[in-house]
């Protein structure tokens, strides 16, 4: 098994972080790394993942969604191969943290035979994640400034 995470600290309450994550349709228009999700949010569903990787290669993935936890988790699980061989559970994590603000924590869990095999590789996603983490915090700041001046 094999496990890649990465955290960062949001300035806005779980709500906010957990409304533009789950804000499924507006991902094109910030997400570097996740160019599209569709699927129904709820436990047991199949999602449909675009996801810009390493080297700038796009692969699409249909993950089943594990976890809904409102403003706490967001979990699914891609078999990558076959379950056996490479499978990943991906996870957003919202944690509450000081001052009425945002701990995320994002992370892959890697598992099956080629898991280990595979480290390397595997490993140069958690950029992307960063990327991502970044990309999420600078979008979840103006989607609160736009709630609060309603």
Known sequence: MSRLATE?????PREEVWAVLTDF????????TIQSISGELQVGSR????ILGPGNRATTVTPTVL????????????VLLHRGLLSGVHEFRLCE??????RLIQSDTYSGFLAPLLGRLL?????????QDTALHG????????????
């Open 8 to 12: 960062i600290h949001i300035p806005a």
């Open 25 to 32: 349709a507006n991902y094109p228009r910030w997400s570097p």
């Open 47 to 50: 999602l449909t993942v675009r």
């Open 67 to 78: 976890a809904v936890q409102p403003n706490h988790l967001l979990r699914w699980d891609a």
């Open 97 to 102: 943290a000081e001052g009425d603000s945002t």
């Open 123 to 131: 490993a140069a996603n958690e950029p992307l994640m960063r990327r």
């Open 139 to 150: 979008r979840v700041r103006p989607a609160a400034a736009v709630t609060e001046q309603r």
